[in-house]
């Protein structure tokens, strides 16, 4: 069964403190791992798709990796407004469900 | 502007009470599909479309109806709601064609209470 799992469920840095997020995830025939920013009370905004190991993806201070079994959501000297809950998700070949983890709660401090 | 519109924005119903959640984009997506978010349970898909008259079940679709009878448009339907339905409920779409291929856009979100 697939399967995504985030850790930690919440983080808190200094502002300029540089972190990583982790998505473990389990999937027969990866089509797609998908990364989302949530701010509280909207709909998640879609930040990357990655599709194989060794694929890397970035925008602004945000850089996505990706292997055989987990992701990570590299954040490099964060602000304030990067404070938000960043989801990942997964679509495999078995279905066309997409599975999300929980998510990431993070905080950024001034 | 691509965008997913969802209406209402804010329900409070009764229990029993048949109520539509419509959803609609402007993006000529073939793939659609609906999604509730509770606290502790993350967001969990309930019922999905590959296209005109094409759906499919999530992980809970148990109360739910859906149809898709317009590529732009895929309306969630609960006949019969009970008070386990209240949450928070968004539509999203995703792009199949090359230069948008996976990218998914979501609704602003509906936010349901069963009484």
């Known amino acids: 069964e697939d399967q995504v799992t985030q850790s930690p469920e919440a983080l808190r840095l200094q502002e300029g403190e540089s972190s990583s997020l982790n998505c473990s995830y389990t999937v027969s025939g990866l089509r797609g791992l998908f990364w989302y920013r949530q701010d509280p009370g909207k709909g998640p905004e879609f930040l990357f798709t990655l599709y194989s190991a060794g694929e890397e993806k970035e925008k602004e201070r945000l850089k996505a990796t990706l292997t055989k079994k987990e992701s990570f959501l590299h954040i490099t000297a964060p602000k304030p407004e990067d404070s938000a809950t960043y989801l990942c998700a997964v679509r495999g070949s078995s279905a066309s469900k997409i599975i999300f983890g929980s998510g990431t709660r993070l905080s950024i401090r001034p | 502007e691509a965008q997913v519109t969802q209406n209402p924005r804010y329900l409070i119903t009764v229990t029993g009470k048949k109520l539509t959640v419509t959803c609609s984009q402007n993006?000529?997506?073939?793939?659609m599909s609906w999604y509730r978010q509770d606290p502790g349970l993350g967001l969990r898909q309930i019922y999905y479309?590959?296209?005109?008259?094409?759906?499919d079940k999530g992980d809970v679709p148990e109360g739910y109806k859906v149809s898709r009878k317009e590529k732009r448009n895929f309306p969630l339907i609960l006949e019969s709601p009970s008070p386990n339905q209240t949450s928070l409920y968004f539509c999203a779409s995703i792009g199949l064609a090359e230069s948008s291929y996976n990218e998914q856009f979501f609704g602003p979100g509906t936010r349901l209470t069963v009484l």
């Open positions: 479309s590959m296209n005109v008259e094409v759906t």
């Open positions: 993006m000529n997506h073939e793939y």
